[in-house]
């Protein structure tokens, strides 16, 4: 487990977790990021929502600077980014959730209905990948 | 205007912590997520030290009566676990472990203008509004 990094991740992790509790005591809101998606383009007035994607993108940016380049994936097919992607969006949009919804929030609630929707995507989860990597020998 | 800013600024400091957690590399998730090759246990730290933060989130602030912005605080009631709940994240998870991004990871990668997150969300969105049409029906 050499890649193991648990400081930055706690770190990390917890800056997640403050984000999310602005997010609420600020704007009242949830900080679930599919669903800050998906309604973000369906919701009328909900400019919060493009605001928020727009930090997260910002940030990108603002770490890029900050720390340098950061290794960008290569020769990831494209046809399997497009096809997880609808995934994603499509099971993310059914289920009312995802890692930051149900995960995070959801889980921080002590919602059941939360902890069953990470125990189904974590598994899914490490299905997928055990079939594309060492089944299907998809490249990432 | 005050909101917005407070919402720009949740997103910003919420992307930092993917960017330092390691998660917005796939490679690192996929690392967690491939349980049967050179295991990365961070991820689970990463959810560790969120949660611990959105516990004690949601445990006071709501308390408060009102957020500093808005009129009042919206948070999820519903308890019933349902085939929509189970099915959506069995699908979600299904190309979580194939791309390695979820969609705050996705997002804020778009900003090294990676080919593959780029495709990722663009397909991202389409699933959702597929959703909309084809069990929501609108």
């Given at each position: 487990m050499h890649n193991f990094t648990p400081i930055s991740a706690l770190f990390g992790g917890a800056l997640i977790g403050l984000a999310s509790a602005w997010l609420l005591a600020?704007?009242?809101?949830?900080?679930g990021v599919s669903g800050i998606l998906h309604d973000a383009l369906a919701?009328?007035?909900?400019?919060w929502r493009g605001a928020f994607i727009a930090g997260l993108i910002l940030a990108g940016v603002a770490w890029q600077l900050l720390a340098g380049p950061v290794p960008v994936r290569e020769g990831f097919p494209l046809g399997w980014a497009a096809a997880a992607g609808l995934a994603v969006g499509f099971g993310t949009r059914w289920s009312g959730g995802c890692t930051s919804g149900h995960g995070v929030c959801g889980l921080g609630r002590v919602s059941a209905r939360s902890l069953v929707a990470v125990l189904v995507f974590m598994a899914a989860g490490m299905l997928a990948a055990y079939v594309t990597r060492h089944l299907l020998g998809v490249a990432s | 205007m005050k909101a917005l800013l407070s919402s720009l600024a949740a997103g910003f400091l919420f992307g930092l912590g993917l960017w330092i957690s390691g998660m917005a590399n796939p490679k690192k998730v996929l690392g967690f997520l491939?349980?049967?090759?050179?295991?990365?246990?961070?991820l689970m730290l990463v959810m560790a030290g969120a949660v611990a933060v959105a516990f004690l989130a949601f445990r006071f602030i709501p308390?408060?009566?009102?957020p500093i912005f808005a009129m009042k605080f919206e948070i999820p009631t519903r308890k019933d676990i349902d085939l929509p709940l189970v099915a959506g994240a069995a699908i979600f998870g299904l190309g979580w472990g194939t791309?390695?991004?979820?969609?705050g990871p996705a997002l804020t990668a778009l900003a090294t203008l990676s080919t593959d997150a780029i495709v990722f969300v663009v397909a991202m969105i389409a699933g959702g509004l597929l959703q909309r049409m084809l069990v929501a029906g609108k």
């Open positions: 600020a704007n009242g809101r949830v900080a919701a009328p007035a909900s400019a | 491939d349980v049967t090759g050179d295991w990365d246990a961070s308390r408060r009566g009102k791309a390695g991004y979820c969609p």
